[in-house]
């Protein structure tokens, strides 16, 4: 399988878990905020500090991204290019971890969406940098008891979300936050949070991060050793493969979509899921 050097040691825990629970959360974007504000905030008034969400049908502008790409020198595996701001767009799918980095409230947030020239693209969005200019509906999977806390991470050399316990007593449907690390089979990883944590089956609740190379059920190969993606659906067992529907990012920032070929997509940088009981 694809395996990606990374510039220090790999550590012992390749997949970190915390269980918590979770409550689902409806909001919609309030225009004239960042993006990381107009995310955050709701989340910060249910005194609720992490989770994973899901939108559509944003208008953004200004709006500012960037793609995956090679890395300029040996201090990361894999890098991103420099920003690009292309005027008013409208957000077909995102999915975004909020967290915190910094003490502060903070986003991680991949997207799909149409800019002015009808261009479908996609990539990491910069979430100070961008402006809601047009509401929408928001759906978030969120922890009173887990939280979600950007740190630095030696094995890759970037600052990275992990899931740490906050001590509190949460109430709701039993949910796990996780980071997958690098060049761990995304598929085989659920199946192991799955026996960890007691479940028989679970929901992938949004869910961002990096593959080398995705491979799909129907036969097509991103060839891209670095790309973006989210979960647009996912399930898993215990027993059988897990069904992992994508989109994914190349580093031009094409659009291509499908369901994940079981045992055949590593991590390429970290992988942040939130999954469910089912």
Not at 50 to 77: C, I
Not at 122 to 134: D, S
Not at 208 to 220: H, Y
Not at 256 to 277: K, M, R, S, Y
């Amino acid at each position: 399988m694809r395996c990606l050097r990374q510039p220090g040691p790999a550590l012992a825990e390749r997949i970190e878990s915390v269980a918590g629970h979770g409550v689902a959360l409806d909001f919609v974007l309030e225009p004239g905020l960042s993006l990381n504000d107009a995310l955050t905030r709701p989340l910060i008034a249910a005194r609720i500090p992490s989770g994973t969400l899901v939108f559509a049908d944003a208008v953004l502008a200004p709006f500012s991204y960037v793609l995956p790409g090679p890395s300029p020198d040996t201090a990361h595996a894999a890098y991103f290019s420099a920003p690009y701001s292309p005027g008013e767009v409208r957000v077909e799918i995102a999915n975004a971890t909020v967290g915190r980095r910094d003490g502060a409230p903070f986003v991680h947030c991949h997207a799909a969406w149409i800019e002015p020239d009808g261009t479908r693209r996609g990539g990491h969005i910069l979430p100070h940098e961008t402006i809601v200019a047009a509401g929408a509906p928001v759906r978030a999977w969120a922890f009173a008891d887990v939280v979600i806390a950007a740190e630095p991470d030696p094995e890759t050399n970037f600052t990275l979300f992990r899931p740490l316990p906050t001590g509190a007593t949460g109430d709701g449907t039993p949910m796990v936050a996780a980071r997958i690390r690098p060049n761990e089979e995304i598929g085989a990883a659920l199946r192991v949070l799955c026996a960890r944590h007691g479940f028989t089956g679970a929901i992938v609740r949004g869910g961002v991060g990096s593959l080398i190379g995705p491979r799909f059920t129907d036969g097509s190969v991103v060839g891209d050793h670095a790309t973006e993606v989210l979960v647009r659906r996912g399930s898993v067992t215990t027993r059988g493969d897990p069904v992992l529907q994508m989109l994914v990012m190349d580093m031009e920032g094409s659009v291509h979509e499908g369901v994940l070929q079981p045992g055949d997509n590593p991590v390429c940088i970290t992988f942040e899921l939130v999954i469910e009981a089912a």
